[in-house]
Each structure stands twice: as C-alpha cells, then as structure tokens.
C-alpha cells in the first residue's frame, strides 16, 4: 500500500470513529467528521510557537489539530490535551505519546492546569462544540484560559456559525476572526481571542 493510499485509509478510519461518538454522544462531540486539515492550520497558525508554556488543547478528538500544531512547530512534549471522550483519550496516547493526554473536562480548565503546575501558557486551543453550551459557561471557560495564558497567548475557538461564540461586547477581551475556510466539510471560521493590551502598550 503506497503511503497516499494509507493516509487516505487512516482519514477514513477516524471519520468513522468520530462518526460512531457522534452517533452516540451527539452534544459532547459535536460533529460528524473530524476538523480537516485546512481548517486544522488554520487553527494551529494563531498560535506562537516562540512564546513560552505549554499549548492546551481542548476536545482534540481523533487529534487532526493536534498534528496541524506540531507542524506549526510545538514540541509534542508542550502539549497538553484534554478529551472527555474516553476512546479519543486512548487513540490519543497512542499517537502522541509524548503529550500529556488528560481524560476530563475542560470547562475545568483552570482547576487542572494549575494543578500542573503550568501556567502561563502559550495558548489554548478549543474544538470544542461551544455553541452546545450556555453563554455563561462559554464565558467562564474563555475567561479560564486567558487568565492562563501569557499576555501575548490567545484562546483560539474555531465555529461552523457566521457568529463568534462569544461576542466581542460580552467581556473585556479583543477579538479577531480569520476568513472562513470553505475547504471543509461544514465551512467554519477561526475566532482568536486575546487579553486587552495593557494600558500604554
């Protein structure tokens, strides 16, 4: 089997996976098909692979972003990825066995990265289906990451909707939004959030 031929053969195995959890966890999964590689680095690009920390990963799934970072140029070891999902978890470990693979929840996000001892970080990353959950939650996790994360870090969320899951007027934050990637299987936009620059910055 040429190479092609078996990346092309390992894609279809994780879209069924990711189909099967959907099938079964439809609200904590959120999609039918993993994330594709365009809209993967495009995820990966809004992060600086200069600034110091570890990049946390929220839903990484069958791990499509978490490839698209490592070609970005984060060290497998930075990674910190947290999936609720306990089959992803053990797909996972197997792929990246370098990466720290946390099975838990990542709306407490807070509470286990200092318990790691980690923070600041240099960004954290989110596939998660944000738009599944309530405006408070959403708010409580995107203000949970940016107080993780170094100054010039970003909470980088991607969304299939023309609409950021948290708009700009909901917080003291900046936001920016990249073009839309159409090469996908459902068009999505990458939204990057960051801390306001400091006063006299």
């Not at 990346?7 to 999609?31: M, N």
């Not at 490592?70 to 066995?97: C, H, M």
């Not at 954290?124 to 994360?149: D, E, H, I, T």
């Not at 909901?170 to 459902?186: C, S």
Request: glycine fraction near 8%; include cysteine.
């Amino acid at each position: 089997m040429t190479r092609g031929a078996q990346i092309q053969l390992g894609a279809l195995r994780d879209d069924l996976r990711f189909g099967f959890q959907w099938a079964v966890k439809p609200r904590s999964v959120g999609a039918i098909a993993p994330s594709g590689r365009q809209l993967a680095r495009a995820m990966a690009a809004q992060v600086d692979p200069a600034l110091p920390g570890s990049v946390v990963e929220l839903g990484p799934g069958t791990g499509v972003i978490t490839r698209a970072l490592i070609e970005r140029g984060i060290a497998e070891e930075r990674l910190i990825l947290i999936e609720f999902n306990r089959d992803f978890a053990v797909l996972l470990r197997k792929r990246f066995p370098k990466a720290r693979v946390l099975e838990g929840d990542a709306f407490a996000l807070a509470r286990t990265v200092r318990a790691l001892g980690e923070a600041p970080l240099a960004a954290v990353v989110s596939g998660l289906p944000l738009f599944n959950q309530p405006m408070y939650r959403r708010l409580r996790l995107l203000a949970q990451a940016l107080s993780l994360c170094d100054r010039r870090g970003a909470f980088v969320q991607f969304s299939y909707h023309l609409l950021p899951p948290v708009p700009a007027e909901a917080g003291d934050f900046a936001l920016n939004g990249t073009p839309r990637v159409w090469w996908n299987l459902f068009p999505a936009r990458v939204w990057v959030y960051q801390r306001p620059p400091a006063d006299g910055a």
